[in-house]
């Protein structure tokens, strides 16, 4: 090859690598005797302090900010893998003038960082950068790193690593705990509240419960239980309608059957399963079978019924007269 021709091919070579067509990148240490400092290059946020980055051969403004400490503006010049120190003031103080580190090796040495979750698709940040989402794979240089993987509805996954060979995590987001507000209350004051079994108090109850499924159970004595089973996935209200487990009887006796004499009705009896009342026409009674007798005089009628709780019943005596 001529001479012409060599000299030819290193002009262009100077000037594509002098106007930027040939990209040269150098990997950048950025440290700061405050940590979770952020960092920014040529005014773009890129993460907090420790930070190793990848930056473009040449000029750039970086700055770091951290609440409680002055700014920190520095022009740095990017010709080589590099490492920065700075030494923040507090407000008033002076700054220092950041001393570049001289690299120990010229050759730069990366490693493969491959990143999987059990949610495919999460957010992978590498020292506060957004990198990427899984399954994410990149080529990292040796060093320690903050590294955070987020998805919706899980908690983020924190973890420092460390690198200095190819690494692989394996990475399991678990579901976040929310919580909702379950109100209950109740058509009878005082019933009583359990959740799963467990007595929760009187209603009106008002809980902070997490999310899931719950066996909600409302009592109170002589009145059916009130039962459900809810999915608590947002705020919620129950009014449990107790209904009364008592049958209610009604006893009429017809005025056309008693005679005219004062207080005649304390003249009839009723006998319920044998017990005598006297005066009483309105009972109470617990579900099922009871025996049912009303005496007058000389005359008795007696009959046995099937009472259902929360059921309301009248019985009238009926005296008849037959001519044949």
Known sequence: MSKTKIFFSILV???LCSTGLF????IVRIEANVTDADVYIDGKFVGQTPISLSLSRGAHNLRLSKAGFQDYNVRINV?????????MKKSGEAINTPVPIEPTSGVFTQFKLRIDANIRGATVFIDNVQRGR????????V????????????TDYNERIAIS???????????SVKYYTLQVTANVKGA????????SGKTPVSLNLAAGDYQIRVSYKNFADFEQVIRLDHDMRINAELRSSLAQLKIIIPKDILDNRKNAIRQVYIYIDGKRYVNKLDFDLESGVHKIRILS??????????????????????LTLDVE
């Open 13 to 15: 070579l100077f000037l």
């Open 134 to 141: 899984t399954p994410f794979t990149m080529l990292i240089p």
């Open 192 to 199: 009583r509240l359990y959740i799963n079994g467990h007595d």
């Open 297 to 318: 005089g000389g005359l008795s009628v007696e009959a046995s019924f099937n009472f259902e709780g929360g059921q309301v019943y009248k019985i009238t005596p009926r």
């Open 165 to 175: 060979a190819d690494s692989n995590f394996n990475i399991t987001l678990e579901e």
């Open 143 to 154: 060093g320690t790193y903050n590294l955070r993987v987020t998805a919706p509805g899980y």
């Open 79 to 87: 010709t080589r893998k590099t490492s920065y120190k700075y030494n």
């Open 23 to 26: 990209a040269i990148d150098y």
